[in-house]
């Protein structure tokens, strides 16, 4: 099965600026989705984009997909250091495949 | 607002005994899953249960690892002789099947001496 590719593997950015990381895959997906992980914690559900949209929205989160890229971007806009954590996207290839997790992207916002 | 349980929250064991995690999922929800996340590493996929079977399994998910939901309401990893490379956060998860999103446990850390 396939997994995501999250870039940058790292990100420190200040506070306020924005944050943008990148998600690649290789076949077709049904959805894909953003899930968030406080150091030590559990994963958090972020936003779903379903392979028809184009772009989503939800609060300071913006998340595109292109579906001819086999790419997708998370952006957070005027970063919080609470915003600090690890950021994985997920893939399910059908409607009820399994999800299956990138390596993430660890998000630092210094204050 | 309704979350999945998991205990114990941190497990410390000798190797080869035995480990049973425990999860309460969302009363609702009918798909669970076991994930685990070797320190500063991915998050796998482990398996995942459906109608009181498993639905799907990885690679990881030997011979050694069982799971079990013995009544309405836990699901349980069970991981028969424990080895030092099982070290890992263990997470439970279930799915809210409209949205297709996944509700997720706090984790259980399982230490393997």
């Known amino acids: 099965s396939q997994q995501g590719e999250e870039d940058p593997q790292a990100l420190s950015i200040q506070e306020g600026e924005n944050a943008t990381m990148n998600c690649s895959y290789k076949?077709?997906?049904?959805?894909l989705q953003w899930y968030r992980q406080n150091s030590g914690r559990g994963l958090v559900h972020l936003i779903l984009?379903?392979?028809?949209?184009r772009e989503k929205h939800s609060g300071r989160l913006r998340v595109t997909l292109d579906t001819s890229k086999k790419s997708s971007s998370l952006l957070i806009t005027a970063s919080r250091a609470a915003d600090t954590a690890s950021y994985f996207c997920?893939?399910?290839?059908?409607?009820?495949?399994?999800?299956?997790f990138g390596k993430g992207t660890k998000l630092s916002v210094k204050p | 607002e309704p979350e999945v349980t998991q205990t114990p929250s941190h497990q410390v064991t000798q190797m080869g005994q035995e480990v049973i995690l425990r999860c309460v999922p969302i009363s609702n929800h009918l798909y669970f899953y076991w994930y685990r996340q070797i320190l500063g590493q991915k998050v796998e996929f482990l398996v995942s249960?459906?109608?009181?079977?498993?639905?799907?399994k990885s690679e990881i998910f030997d011979d050694q690892f069982s799971v079990e939901r013995p009544d309405g309401s836990n699901f349980t990893l069970k991981i028969r002789s424990t080895k030092l490379e099982d070290s890992a956060m263990y997470f439970c998860a279930s799915l809210y099947s409209l949205t297709g999103e996944l509700f997720f446990g706090e984790g259980s850390r399982l230490t393997v001496l």
């Open positions: 984009i379903r392979s028809n949209e």
């Open positions: 997920a893939l399910r290839e059908g409607s009820q495949g399994n999800l299956i």
């Open positions: 249960f459906y109608n009181n079977e498993i639905s799907e």
């Open positions: 076949t077709s997906i049904n959805n």
